[in-house]
């Protein structure tokens, strides 16, 4: 039972190019969150999926897209990124009673 | 807007002292409170989930309460190890956005 897997787990980016962070769950959850992680700052949401087909923006969703691809899996893009993006990235699943499973997370560095 | 505080925001204990971390929440309307260890370079991992309804729950050397009408949380934690040591976040959940708290960093030394 993998659980919540995220790839890549680490990422160096140029300032403007794109790249597609991509999160699975096998647990038959119906929502998925995306998260940073910053110093100082805590996790902060991003976008959430209460369900498949449905997204919504959370605290800091600017310079970011979504989809719900299927109930598994939960995509986030940046489609120019930009040095204040560099963070840690987390996507979770989240369970009945709002019960959060975290993924290991993609370290992003834009440069 | 829900705001969630730790503290302490970093605790250095020697190996078997009983202990207790604080978190405190400005919204008393939450629909649960959950605890998560995270190891350095690591994704979280749950420890333990409160309902709204609940007081509080247990699993194995930890025990996490919850009190709505103070806004508090306590994560209590038995007999400490070494291998306890991480950083330890709350977050307030429901349908609304999740708030987490900045965490406490716990270092447990022999």
């Known amino acids: 039972n993998a659980g919540v897997t995220q790839t890549p787990k680490f990422q160096v980016l140029k300032t403007g190019q794109s790249m597609t962070l991509q999160c699975a769950q096998d647990?038959?959850?119906?929502?998925m969150y995306w998260y940073r992680q910053d110093p100082g700052m805590g996790l902060r949401l991003i976008y959430y999926?209460?369900?498949?087909?449905?997204?919504d923006k959370g605290e800091v969703p600017n310079g970011y897209n979504v989809s719900r691809l299927n109930k598994r899996e939960f995509s986030l893009r940046l489609e120019s990124a930009a040095p204040s993006q560099t963070s840690v990235y987390f996507c979770?699943?989240?369970?009945?009673?709002?019960?959060?499973?975290f993924g290991p997370g993609t370290r992003l560095t834009v440069t | 807007k829900q705001e969630v505080t730790q503290i302490p925001a970093a605790l250095s204990v020697p190996e078997g002292e009983n202990l207790v971390l604080n978190c405190s929440f400005t919204?008393?309307?939450?629909?649960?409170l959950q605890w998560f260890r995270q190891d350095p370079g690591k994704g979280l991992t749950s420890l333990l989930l409160?309902?709204?309804?609940?007081r509080e729950q247990t699993s194995g050397r930890l025990n996490a309460s919850l009190d709505k009408s103070s806004g508090r949380s306590t994560l209590y934690i038995a007999a400490s190890q070494p291998g306890d040591s991480a950083t330890y976040l709350c977050?307030?959940?429901?349908?609304?956005?999740?708030?987490f708290g900045r965490g406490t960093s716990l270092i447990v030394h022999p």
């Open positions: 979770a699943s989240v369970a009945n009673f709002y019960e959060q499973y």
């Open positions: 999926s209460a369900s498949e087909g449905t997204t």
């Open positions: 977050a307030s959940g429901g349908s609304y956005i999740p708030t």
């Open positions: 647990m038959n959850h119906n929502s």
């Open positions: 919204d008393s309307a939450i629909y649960n």
């Open positions: 409160i309902q709204s309804s609940q």
